[in-house]
């Protein structure tokens, strides 16, 4: 799937000049339809618990700031998603709109890719030099780098939009192309070498670091983002340089719906896992989930009987 918008049938996918591409199950589309929906709304509600806590119930830090704009990127995909897939169920003629939406889902998931590189690439060099982060770091570098991305992420795909829904030429190929190739060929390597120079740093570190839940919350993230989510980079580049697969991309679109979905479980997760208290809340759990330091326990623990007492 790419800008170049698809006259579907129940039968048949055909390109825009009318020849067929291929002949894919209309039962089993409408299968892979329903589940996106279906995932779709679960990790709606998911992210929209996330940006309420994370932006007005939780004290924020420098990575809950990455956190906070990729629960909003998900969210907004998810919603993209959601519309598109009743339009296709209810059989609406969307037209234009069809081009549109698919534009706002290339564009949140491309944003949700570069705030997660920015995410891996920001908490690998904070445990290698810590001393740096703790003194010299700016104070508003994590909302400047997000907005920066967002605006990346945005000229990107407005260019690739206007340039392929409007006047469709080669230079539309070339740049759908040298997006695919950023997204992944330079993110995705850069997320996958520092993920794993972190956990190497880590695991292996004679001076045995207490990273906290965050580096959990980091690396669960970054896997499920490389399993779920990159396909759709893979099969939509693949798509662009003419390789053409059955229900391709629509699978990486299933794909990448359940990993936006799967975001807030983590942080569920990782915030709760080993905490036997009965009167357990989502603030709770999110805010132990999001500690830069296993060290802030004193600090962790007060915040703790406040949060348990009111």
């Given at each position: 799937?790419?800008?170049?918008?698809?006259?579907?049938?129940?039968?048949?996918?055909?390109?825009?000049?009318?020849?067929s591409?291929y002949?894919?199950?209309?039962?089993?589309?409408?299968?892979?339809?329903?589940?996106?929906?279906?995932?779709?709304?679960?990790?709606?509600?998911?992210n929209?618990?996330?940006?309420?806590?994370?932006g007005?119930?939780?004290?924020?830090?420098?990575?809950?700031?990455y956190i906070?704009?990729?629960a909003?990127a998900d969210f907004?995909?998810l919603?993209?998603?959601?519309?598109?897939t009743?339009?296709?169920?209810?059989?609406?003629?969307v037209?234009?709109?069809?081009?549109?939406?698919?534009?706002l889902?290339?564009?949140m998931?491309?944003?949700?890719?570069y705030l997660?590189?920015?995410i891996?690439?920001?908490?690998?060099?904070s445990?290698l030099?810590?001393?740096?982060?703790r003194s010299?770091?700016?104070?508003?570098?994590?909302?400047?780098?997000?907005?920066l991305?967002?605006?990346?992420?945005?000229?990107?795909?407005?260019?690739g939009y206007?340039?392929?829904?409007?006047?469709?030429?080669?230079?539309?190929?070339?740049?759908?192309i040298?997006?695919?190739?950023?997204?992944?060929l330079v993110c995705?390597p850069?997320?996958?070498?520092?993920?794993?120079t972190?956990?190497l740093k880590?695991k292996c570190?004679?001076?045995?670091?207490?990273t906290?839940r965050?580096?959990?919350?980091?690396m669960?993230?970054?896997?499920?983002?490389l399993?779920f989510?990159?396909p759709?980079?893979?099969?939509i580049?693949?798509?662009?340089l003419?390789?053409?697969?059955l229900?391709?991309?629509?699978i990486?679109?299933?794909l990448?719906?359940?990993?936006?979905?799967?975001?807030?479980?983590?942080?569920?997760?990782v915030?709760?896992?080993?905490d036997?208290?009965?009167?357990?809340?989502?603030?709770?759990?999110?805010q132990r989930a999001?500690?830069?330091?296993?060290?802030?326990?004193?600090?962790?623990?007060t915040?703790?009987?406040?949060?348990?007492?009111?």
């Amino acid at each position: 799937m790419n800008y170049t918008p698809y006259k579907k049938s129940k039968a048949v996918i055909y390109s825009i000049d009318g020849s067929s591409l291929y002949h894919p199950s209309y039962a089993v589309l409408k299968f892979m339809e329903s589940f996106c929906l279906i995932s779709a709304t679960c990790g709606m509600v998911g992210n929209g618990i996330v940006l309420w806590y994370l932006g007005f119930c939780i004290r924020r830090n420098h990575f809950t700031v990455y956190i906070l704009n990729l629960a909003a990127a998900d969210f907004g995909y998810l919603l993209c998603i959601a519309i598109e897939t009743v339009q296709y169920l209810m059989q609406f003629n969307v037209g234009v709109q069809f081009g549109i939406f698919l534009f706002l889902d290339l564009f949140m998931y491309g944003t949700g890719l570069y705030l997660l590189t920015a995410i891996s690439i920001e908490r690998c060099l904070s445990v290698l030099c810590p001393i740096w982060c703790r003194s010299h770091r700016p104070k508003h570098l994590s909302a400047i780098i997000s907005g920066l991305l967002w605006g990346l992420s945005l000229l990107l795909n407005m260019v690739g939009y206007i340039l392929c829904s409007i006047q469709p030429t080669g230079s539309c190929r070339m740049l759908l192309i040298a997006i695919g190739v950023l997204d992944f060929l330079v993110c995705t390597p850069l997320m996958l070498f520092f993920s794993l120079t972190l956990f190497l740093k880590v695991k292996c570190s004679s001076q045995n670091l207490r990273t906290g839940r965050l580096f959990t919350v980091i690396m669960l993230t970054v896997l499920f983002f490389l399993i779920f989510a990159v396909p759709l980079s893979v099969l939509i580049l693949f798509d662009f340089l003419g390789y053409k697969f059955l229900y391709s991309p629509k699978i990486g679109f299933v794909l990448s719906c359940v990993n936006s979905s799967l975001n807030p479980v983590i942080y569920f997760l990782v915030g709760s896992y080993r905490d036997r208290r009965i009167k357990f809340t989502l603030r709770l759990a999110f805010q132990r989930a999001f500690e830069d330091s296993a060290d802030d326990k004193e600090e962790r623990d007060t915040r703790d009987t406040i949060t348990m007492s009111s």
